[in-house]
């Protein structure tokens, strides 16, 4: 019986180590499952970021692409659009009329010293003032320089616009350019004839209305351009009294002045009213009376050339 016993505690030991041994092998395996399921999960996690980011440089690249693509097509069209509008400011100004004007906003600022001395015409041993001053709105208070940079900044755009290429002596106040410089600049320029643009001033307040100074025919300078000078003058007062309504105090003849006397094109000097008169000092500086003004000058150029 001690021998019986023995046996079945062998085979209960056996079993038992059996059963030890199975279960330290299945959770092996389970463990080693285990890690290989882990192992696997990351793996596949890895491929799957991976595969995001290869499906995500693509995608970058095609955006950066489109990008790309629409800031040249932007470019393009503002290169188109920018062209297109070229052309139509080219068309508007393509009805060119072959004429050229130059015009002369009368003096400077106050500050541009011009009193230094030049012949008053050339060759000539009389000398003047490089340029002077101006007179001032006894009224408005606006100075000379400034309303006849203003009239002449607007006709020079008029003019512009009904098909004249403009020459400017000068387009603000702090160009020192002297009488007989602007003369020869006109010229140089191509201008064909030169309009100078001026007011007038009066110890007698109650003096007003336009008036035009051109040369004689005795001029012993430009009296080869005295006929010219003279219909240039006359048309350009008459056009301009006739849009404003100021009263036309005529031609006058200078020979006296060096920015006529130095010009080799028709010439003339539109007093445009008497800054020094309350009338003609507001009106000049209503913005509805400028237009006019602006638009009589143009008139009576359009008439010279004979539109
Ligand atoms: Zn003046």
Not at 29 to 49: G, H, I, M, Y
Not at 135 to 143: I, L, N, S
Not at 281 to 298: P, R, S
Request: with cysteine; hydrophobic share 35%.
């Amino acid at each position: 019986m001690k021998q019986t016993k023995g046996k079945w505690f062998l085979l209960v030991l056996l079993l038992c180590m059996a059963v030890v041994a199975g279960i330290c092998v299945v959770s092996t395996v389970k463990v080693k499952k285990k890690e290989q399921t882990v192992a696997a999960l990351e793996s596949e996690v890895q491929k799957k970021e991976s595969e995001q980011q290869t499906q995500q440089q693509p995608e970058t690249e095609t955006q950066i692409q489109t990008e790309a693509k629409t800031e040249v097509q932007t470019e393009t069209q503002t290169e188109e659009i920018s062209e297109t509008t070229t052309e139509t400011e080219t068309e508007s100004r393509t009805v060119e009329n072959g004429h050229v004007v130059a015009i002369d906003p009368g003096h400077q600022g106050s500050w541009v010293d011009m009193s230094a001395q030049e012949p008053s015409a050339p060759g000539s041993a009389e000398t003047k003032a490089k340029a002077t001053t101006g007179t001032q709105g006894r009224y408005t208070g606006v100075p000379e320089y400034q309303l006849n940079l203003d009239i002449s900044l607007a006709l020079q755009k008029e003019l512009e616009n009904r098909g004249y290429r403009v020459v400017m002596t000068r387009t603000d106040n702090d160009t020192a350019i002297s009488n007989a410089e602007r003369a020869l600049k006109a010229y140089d320029e191509g201008g064909e004839i030169y309009v100078r643009i001026h007011a007038n001033g009066s110890d007698d307040g109650s003096v007003n209305g336009a008036l035009g100074m051109t040369p004689s025919y005795d001029n012993a300078y430009v009296a080869d351009l005295a006929e010219d000078s003279y219909r240039l003058t006359e048309c350009i007062l008459n056009a301009y009294c006739e849009k404003t309504g100021f009263a036309n105090l005529g031609i006058q003849y200078h020979d006296d002045m060096t920015g006529i006397n130095w010009s080799k094109i028709p010439v003339m000097i539109l007093e445009m009213g008497f800054m020094t008169n309350e009338h003609d000092d507001t009106a000049m500086q209503d913005a509805e009376m400028q237009i006019n003004m602006v638009n009589g000058i143009a008139d009576g150029i359009d008439q010279y050339f004979g539109r």
